[in-house]
């Protein structure tokens, strides 16, 4: 089982169709798709800069926006079945489906680790990654991606967010970043003609 995050960046990008449309024709019974927030949560960042409240709503708000993303997906491709749980996710993928995650249920009612900015939808992926023992974590982005820098320096950097190495060090799984036109790439990992370079 691979879970596939989908960059919010992709939301209003004419290349996200066609990725969905992979993980769904290609990806049945092996994908669980994440998708970030993308505008929505740059809205909760607006609106908390200008406020100043606390993280702990800004993280129930961005949760929010994750799953508004979700549903933009699932309205693009009804192809992807919904999971509002994680227990959800297994039988989904017995069916053949490919899962698509409505991560509601990441909502806090106290701060915890996760519930800063540093945490984003690429940790809660990993976190996801981890909860259901997937084989591979793909991230597709919209921004370059030098293959030569380690999770590490992509977190310095601001490609994946700061908390994302250190959360990995125990993952059992390769983590790849792909380019949001690196479809042919995606497409031929799931149908096993390319392999992953674990970083």
């Given at each position: 089982?691979?879970?596939?995050k989908i960059?919010?960046?992709?939301?209003?990008?004419?290349?996200?169709p066609?990725?969905?449309?992979?993980?769904?024709?290609?990806?049945?019974?092996?994908?669980?798709?994440?998708?970030?927030?993308?505008?929505?949560?740059?809205?909760?960042?607006?609106?908390?800069?200008?406020?100043?409240?606390?993280?702990?709503?800004?993280?129930?708000?961005?949760?929010?926006?994750?799953?508004?993303?979700?549903?933009?997906?699932?309205?693009?491709?009804?192809?992807?079945?919904?999971?509002?749980?994680?227990?959800?996710?297994?039988?989904?993928?017995?069916?053949?489906?490919?899962?698509?995650?409505?991560?509601?249920?990441?909502r806090?009612?106290?701060?915890?680790e996760?519930?800063?900015?540093d945490?984003?939808?690429?940790?809660?992926?990993l976190?996801?990654?981890?909860?259901?023992?997937a084989?591979?974590?793909?991230?597709?982005?919209?921004?370059?991606?030098?293959?030569r820098?380690?999770?590490?320096?992509?977190?310095?950097?601001?490609?994946?967010d700061?908390?994302f190495?250190?959360?990995?060090?125990?993952?059992?799984?390769?983590?790849?970043?792909?380019?949001?036109?690196?479809?042919?790439?995606?497409?031929?990992l799931?149908?096993?003609?390319a392999?992953?370079?674990?970083?």
């Amino acid at each position: 089982m691979w879970v596939v995050k989908i960059g919010g960046s992709l939301c209003s990008d004419p290349v996200l169709p066609l990725w969905l449309d992979l993980l769904t024709q290609i990806g049945g019974g092996r994908v669980t798709v994440v998708c970030g927030g993308g505008t929505f949560a740059d809205e909760v960042r607006r609106v908390q800069s200008h406020w100043q409240f606390n993280d702990l709503a800004a993280h129930n708000m961005a949760v929010l926006a994750m799953a508004q993303t979700a549903y933009q997906l699932h309205a693009l491709n009804p192809g992807l079945q919904l999971a509002t749980r994680k227990t959800d996710i297994p039988d989904l993928l017995r069916q053949g489906k490919t899962a698509l995650w409505l991560p509601l249920e990441l909502r806090r009612d106290h701060p915890d680790e996760r519930t800063g900015w540093d945490a984003t939808s690429d940790t809660i992926a990993l976190d996801l990654a981890k909860h259901l023992n997937a084989e591979q974590l793909v991230l597709v982005k919209s921004c370059a991606i030098d293959p030569r820098m380690t999770l590490a320096e992509l977190g310095d950097t601001g490609v994946l967010d700061q908390q994302f190495a250190k959360q990995s060090d125990d993952a059992a799984f390769p983590i790849t970043l792909l380019h949001k036109n690196q479809l042919s790439t995606m497409r031929a990992l799931l149908l096993g003609e390319a392999t992953f370079t674990p970083r």
